[in-house]
Nanobody, 126 residues
Framework: QVTLQESGPGLVKPSQTLSLTCTVS??????????WSWIRRSPGKGQEWMGA???????YYGPSLESRTSISRDTSKNQFTLQLSSVTPEDTAVYYC??????????????????WGQGTQVTVSS
């Protein structure tokens, strides 16, 4: 059983960089042909795929946030990290890490992800 757990600050000030870590248990982030994604959900924008890091270490980003998003990993800790720069209140959302999608072009289909973290609320406010 694979479990994912997001961690990071719940409150970030405008213009700062949001940084979240996903710790994975029960499976290695370097094994298998898996993508490890960051997804956010907000009442105003719905679900938004931010990007993913593959088992190989290659990274892929959603077009709307690509200029502000960076995803990296620490294989010794079996963790992957999201950084979102220059945040504004529009970035307030629940942020999730997940395993998937099984094929990258299904990034907008929630059913193509098999394991999810519980989500963490991030509020951008001064």
């Amino acid at each position: 059983q694979v479990t994912l757990q997001e961690s990071g600050p719940g409150l970030v000030k405008p213009s700062q960089t949001l940084s979240l870590t996903c710790t994975v248990s029960g499976g290695s982030i370097t094994a298998g042909n898996y993508y490890w994604s960051w997804i956010r959900r907000s009442p105003g924008k719905g679900q938004e795929w931010m990007g993913a890091i593959a088992y190989s270490g290659s990274t892929y980003y959603g077009p709307s946030l690509e200029s502000r998003t960076s995803i990296s990993r620490d294989t010794s800790k079996n963790q992957f990290t999201l950084q979102l720069s220059s945040v504004t209140p529009e970035d307030t959302a629940v942020y999730y890490c997940a395993r998937g999608p099984d094929k990258l072009y299904y990034f907008n289909n929630p059913s193509r992800y098999d394991y999810w973290g519980q989500g963490t609320q991030v509020t951008v406010s001064s």
